[in-house]
């Protein structure tokens, strides 16, 4: 299984918006890129899109940035995994028509794909946030 470079960024921006949500203020892209080690050349275009699917929105001026539109737990990792070009699974079996490996194959994605949409931004902030043993105060 292959994860592309631009699925793991915006999974780490989409985190790293998810641990600052509720707050309304927004969070600049140069934060975003600094916490989760995200390149800001491709960061800029993943938020963009992230914008115009509906996932982000931008506030303009000097106190700008970005704001999670959803909560966390409304977002699943397969619906970005998905937005932004699915899972890229090994071709390296040659594919015969009918043959039980092209089904047990499938199965394998299958798997990958239910596993996935089981999992939200709620879930992946509350174990980093476990992980790093940051508190959250929530009123």
């Known amino acids: 299984m292959k994860i592309s470079a631009k699925i793991d960024y915006a999974c780490r921006a989409i985190l790293e918006l998810a641990l600052h949500w509720p707050v309304a203020t927004p969070l600049q892209a140069q934060k975003i890129a600094k916490r989760q080690k995200v390149p800001m050349k491709f960061l800029?275009?993943?938020?963009?899109?992230?914008?115009?699917?509906?996932?982000?929105?931008?506030?303009?001026?000097?106190n700008g940035g970005y704001v999670l539109l959803k909560k966390p737990a409304d977002v699943k990792l397969s619906d970005i995994v998905r937005?932004?070009?699915?899972?890229?699974?090994?071709?390296?079996?040659?594919?015969?028509k009918g043959h039980v490996m092209d089904a047990m194959w499938q199965e394998v994605q299958a798997s990958v794909h239910r596993a996935l949409e089981g999992i939200n931004f709620e879930d992946i902030r509350n174990k980093y946030m476990s992980q790093s043993k940051t508190v959250s105060y929530d009123i």
């Open 83 to 96: 937005h932004f070009g699915g899972l890229g699974f090994s071709e390296a079996v040659p594919k015969t």
């Open 44 to 62: 800029v275009h993943i938020l963009i899109d992230l914008k115009e699917s509906g996932y982000v929105d931008s506030i303009r001026g000097k």
